[in-house]
Antibody
């Protein structure tokens, strides 16, 4: 069965960077885009960006341009999301989610990784 | 940027009740809306895609409808396990997804 398993919670100081992993299993890794979405406390979901695991091509939301880096390792079926220059507003649960082109939806999600930015 | 709104923000209903959640887009998104269920501590779950198509494995009491700017998610007979936050998402402008703020459904 399809599974997306994310790395654990992180606590970071303002100005630092965080890197979260998302390990995929149960399907052909390179055949599906992976999206990153976050939810800050009391807020709705926000799209950060996506990566094509086949070639590593990425698209970012404009709000994160220059701060967000997404990479993948096809040998381990893992995608990574790194967010730099963290501020308190980046405190959130970060999710990876698989995009299905046949449905146009995010059909499988990771369990979420809590990132807390605090001095 | 396209905005998604939902109403109500929360509701409380009894087991067996019919529950309706609405989602509105700030401009037409044709039928490119998806609905998700998010329960505490769990990964979000896709319920409905393309406005009205039930994702495999999702109970048939969940139903989606709408086109253009106005969409509805209906739970025909609420069950205890349906307590969750439900949110809509537009995919008309993929990859630039936008999500609704969510509707919290509680069981009385």
């Amino acid at each position: 069965q399809v599974q997306l398993v994310q790395s654990g919670a992180e606590v970071k100081k303002p100005g630092a960077s965080v890197k979260i992993s998302c390990k995929a299993s149960g399907y052909t890794f390179i055949s599906y885009y992976m999206y990153w979405v976050r939810q800050a406390p009391g807020q709705g979901l926000e799209w950060l960006g996506r990566i094509n695991p086949r070639d590593g091509a990425t698209s970012n939301a404009q709000n994160f341009q220059g701060r967000l880096t997404m990479t993948r390792d096809t040998s381990t079926s893992t995608v990574y999301m790194e967010l730099s220059r963290l501020g308190s507003e980046d405190t959130a649960v970060y999710y990876c989610a698989r995009y299905s082109s046949s449905s146009g939806a995010l059909d499988y999600w990771g369990q979420g990784s809590l990132v807390t930015v605090s001095s | 940027d396209i905005q998604m709104t939902q109403s109500p923000s929360s509701l409380s209903a009894s087991v067996g009740d019919r529950v309706t959640i609405t989602c509105r887009a700030s401009q037409s998104i044709r039928s490119y809306v998806n609905w998700y269920q998010h329960q505490p501590g769990k990964a979000p779950k896709l319920l409905i895609y393309a406005a009205s198509i039930l994702q495999s494995g999702v109970p048939s009491r969940f139903n989606g409808s709408g086109f253009g700017t106005d969409f509805t998610l209906t739970i025909s007979s609420l069950q205890a396990e349906d307590s969750a936050i439900y949110f809509c998402q537009q995919s008309n402008y993929a990859p630039f997804f936008t999500f609704g703020p969510g509707t919290k459904v509680d069981i009385k």
